[in-house]
């Protein structure tokens, strides 16, 4: 009989543990709020903001240095949507997902989704392409610098983040016209 409390209470121990361990991890996966981080490629010092409704506001001297912090701040706080979009537009799932995301990616490789983000890039104005450029390089900064653990999907299914590009923003403007325009 003993040796069956012994058991619980190893068991709640164990229990415990795996639960603290679990919570200092998801701790450290959340965006750091307060502070001075170092974003490599900034002119100038930029300032990151969140109202009492939470609400970003990004301060800075030039166009190029807001979108390089916004991409930097969208990586920090949706990382994994980021990574599971770029992904999907790639048809590139099933590589994590395994065999039940492969309809899912042959469709989206068939609509060529990435070839005309490319196309509608190569169109752009230089402008528009270095401020799609500012917004990738804060993106793939976030990621290089590992200032915060990455968010649990990320090690739940062993995955590392891929380098965002600037076809990549086109793509999910695309995905996103496709998914709210709901006319395929």
């Known amino acids: 009989m003993k040796w069956i409390q ?9 229990a415990v543990l795996i639960g603290s361990i679990a919570a200092v991890l998801v701790q450290r996966s959340l965006p750091t709020l307060d502070g001075a981080l170092k974003l490599p490629g900034l002119l100038s010092g ?11 506001h990004i301060k800075a001297q030039s166009t190029l240095d807001a979108w390089r912090a916004l991409g930097y ?10 990574e599971f979009n770029r992904r999907v537009m790639h048809g590139a799932l099933s590589e994590v997902l395994g065999e039940a995301t492969l309809e899912t990616d042959k469709l989206l490789r068939a609509l060529g989704v990435i070839r005309a983000a490319q196309a509608q890039f190569d169109g752009l104005p230089a402008e528009a392409q270095q ?9 793939n900064a976030f990621h290089a610098g590992g200032s915060q653990l990455l968010s649990p999907e990320f ?3 062993g995955v590392k ?11 999910w403007a695309i995905l996103m016209a496709l998914d709210l325009g709901g006319n395929w």
């Open 73 to 82: 701040v969208h990586a920090q706080e949706r990382g994994w949507q980021l």
């Open 161 to 171: 983040p891929g380098i965002w590009t600037p076809v990549d923003s086109v793509g």
């Open 131 to 139: 401020a799609l450029q500012a917004y990738s390089d804060g993106i």
């Open 6 to 14: 012994r058991a619980a209470w190893a068991l709640l121990a164990l």
């Open 46 to 56: 930029v300032t990151v903001q969140r109202d009492a409704s939470d609400v970003t």
């Open 155 to 157: 090690h739940i299914l």
